[in-house]
């Protein structure tokens, strides 16, 4: 919805709402679809919301309550009475509904847990017992559950009765007596099917692809994406259907990995929580152990600087050079492990690839750091005012760190990756520190055979 | 498909080609996906692959063909005879042969176009000539088009006559005469229907939710997340329906497009080729540029130390720190870049939040600035051996360097995306250089103020 149509709309809703033409409202309302409805309501002061959203049919109104903002969710569920309380949660798919109870305070869990029928509480709960990041809590509990000796048309009609509360129809699973997972099959294939008389059994694919409820939700986005897949069935260890990821559920987690690996590799404790959401404390508490560890870190330069002060001092020129020497290291190094680890994490490369990579690296260090010595050494010349010497000691030293750095960059992740850790906190900041260290050592060791100091 | 039942299938493949056993071969494949047969082929020689494609069934071929590496697809179209060329472009979506065109050579394109019917010639070509990233270069031109009249068996029949070649049949798109898009409906609403004699126009939805195909991808995709659809439709400045972007198209862009943001925020020009199908010439063009840049934009910290070079030498004991100083501001700026950047992209910042993100960056910044600045100063105290007039002025030269680091990184790609500018490009090494002038200067003035230099 575009931004000016928006607010020709609050205007006119505002307006309905002066006049308490709640006809109007309603209908003006109903034109839109939920997601709208939600960012729209989300415009109003606290006290309309609860008038406005009284005014949606039920249907709608649970719809659209999966769509607010956690704020707006909490003041609503504060104005509920327990019935209004009830129809809501009715309306909601058991994922959504644990997506809110994530959000919430305690006591306003508390109440809504009690104002949840039996069976979905224990779905809820069930769903909430799942490892984080596991299938089981990406999946929902609401699908089409079909048996082999159903026909067309059984199958129309319990799509039908069950429906209109799934979130996807159009791959169906079939279960034996104790839910075991023997088929699937799609509506496509029951619409393209033109024998009449077929059952579920002479139509549906055995061979079932399946995530298990525990593998971690990111491989099996992996695999609904190499296959095409708009949903796949969760089995549990006893290959027994629990629950479906919908495309939309992998939307979702595809868009928050990548939001995970980019924070990781900037230094930041990864957060569920967007940026306004988050308190500064808690932002503060996400930053600074990175930032306390590599400050520290750093103490291996202050080392090697102390251990060459003398040389430093009496070399005056030296030092003018020392951040471009790292930055450019740090840049270097950080070109690898990035796109290393971006590879490893789409599974465009694997860890058995890490000769191939330093081979690779190794050739594509010799093309930039003669590059950019090259390009350094005129520089320095030209706009510098610096001996030949000077000159020639940092641009050798910058070919040899971006060698020495694109090795570092390349194998760390790897490395990291094979020992169990994610490859994405050997990112920038990490591969910085120890170029760092690295270019110092190279610089002094350079200065010291051209120099002679 | 895990890794050793994959080493176990290659090696009864192998055997089965020696033995020349082409019937067992034929079936051994055809229980796998074609996704998996794509992945198997891959792992045989050269020689092999046209043996063991030509014995897939051709519908079967064609699905397995589009999974292939562009490598293998080239041999085999080299390997193929007109005929076969045909048989499998014939059964190829458009959107598929528009991938593989735009990664063969201009002679192979030549053949291919050559055997292509004549309507797939025409979309292919209307789908390369729009512009890079638009909704046009990832929708299909294939998909279910339904009329206002049709009844509940019509529309299936219509879907089983032209569904077989279209990637999804769920969502189905109502036109008029002119190919206007009037209305949409889901198969799930036909099916809910217990209207025998229903026709589509009594069960259409007629508000229409669809992308321009001048539309960037991400919006495409930021839609279909907002509404939780599995296809929109793709129109083109009349309202003319022209195609339908569905669900796994979505997941390529969003992760298409995390890569890119990773890319440039690694100051790496982004490139759609994986790691290895990257030659080394073309990785060193892709990242020699910002070296080149980054490195040249450090003649200011050149200058600064230049200028400050006599009371450096003087005071040795400063030099130490200086690598500490920079690293830390580079990454507390970097982390809060690398935040609004991916906060702007996933939609969850405005560039109007400017100062919302100012204001908290500095009560974060604080916060930091303090922590640091003490946990800093006691370690220089124990082990760093320096006076505390040294120390203190280290210290308080990382307060002040991290709150004015994450103000530039938290305004930097704000201001970018205002100018223009993608913000990615204002990430973590770029920040890096600004602030470790930034630092810098600093350190001085403090340090004339402490220790009078």
């Known amino acids: 919805m575009m931004d000016e149509i928006q607010e020709e709309l609050v205007t006119k809703i505002q307006e309905l709402l002066t006049n308490k033409d709640y006809m109007a409202l309603r209908s003006t309302m109903m034109e839109l679809q939920a997601a709208d409805i939600a960012v729209l309501l989300g415009e109003f002061p606290e006290d309309d919301i609860p008038i406005l959203f009284r005014l949606l049919p039920k249907e709608t109104a649970a719809e659209c309550f999966a769509y607010f903002e956690t704020e707006v969710q909490e003041t609503l569920i504060n104005e509920f009475s327990d019935r209004e ?15 809110i109870i994530e959000e919430m ?50 199958v129309y009609r319990n799509i ?69 897949f708009v949903a796949l069935p969760v089995t549990d260890g006893e290959n027994r259907l629990v629950g479906i990821v919908t495309s939309d559920d992998a939307l979702t987690v595809i868009e928050d990995e990548s939001t995970e690996d ?17 308190t500064v404390f808690e932002t503060w508490k996400m930053r600074i152990p990175w930032l306390l560890f590599l400050m520290i870190s750093s103490v291996f330069t202050s080392k090697i600087l102390q251990y060459f002060e003398g040389q430093l001092t009496a070399n005056g020129a030296l030092i003018a050079f020392m951040p471009m020497l790292m930055g450019t290291a740090g840049n270097a190094g950080g070109q690898v492990s990035v796109t290393i680890i971006r590879s490893l994490s789409i599974g465009e490369v694997r860890m058995s690839d890490i000769l ?52 570092i960059g390349g194998i760390l992740p790897v490395i990291a990756k094979r020992i169990g850790f994610d490859p994405a906190v050997m ?27």
Chains 1, 2 share one sequence.
């Open 356 to 407: 191939k990579i330093v081979w690779k690296e190794f050739r594509v260090s010799i093309l930039c750091g003669i590059t950019l010595a090259v390009v350094n050494f005129l520089k320095m010349l030209a706009v510098d005012n610096v001996t030949i010497g000077v000159a020639l000691t940092v641009s050798l030293t910058i070919s040899l760190t971006v060698v020495v750095a694109k090795f």
């Open 105 to 154: 305070p305690a006591n306003v869990v508390k109440r809504i847990i009690k104002n949840t029928p039996y069976e979905k509480r224990e779905e809820v709960n069930m769903i909430l017992r799942y490892p984080k990041n596991s299938a089981g809590t990406i999946m929902t509990t609401e699908f089409v559950e079909l048996k082999a000796w159903m026909t067309r048309e059984q």
């Open 85 to 99: 309380l009830w129809n809501v949660i009715e309306g909601l798919f058991v994922d959504d509904m644990v997506d």
């Open 160 to 228: 039908r009765e069950s429906g209109v509360e799934k979130e996807t129809v159009y791959d169906c699973y079939v279960t034996d007596a104790s839910r075991h997972l023997i088929g699937v099959i799609s509506v496509k294939d029951l619409i393209m099917s033109d024998d009449e008389d077929a059952v579920v059994d002479d139509l549906m694919e055995t061979e079932v692809i399946a995530a298990n409820v525990l593998e971690d939700r990111e491989s099996v986005v992996a695999t609904m994406k190499k296959y095409g």
């Open 262 to 278: 980019i924070e990781i590799m900037a230094a930041i404790t990864p957060s569920e929580k967007t940026y306004f959401k988050t």
């Open 427 to 453: 990112a920038s900041p990490f591969i910085t520190t120890i170029c760092d260290a690295v270019s110092l050592l190279l610089y002094f060791r350079v200065a010291s055979i051209i120099l002679g100091i």
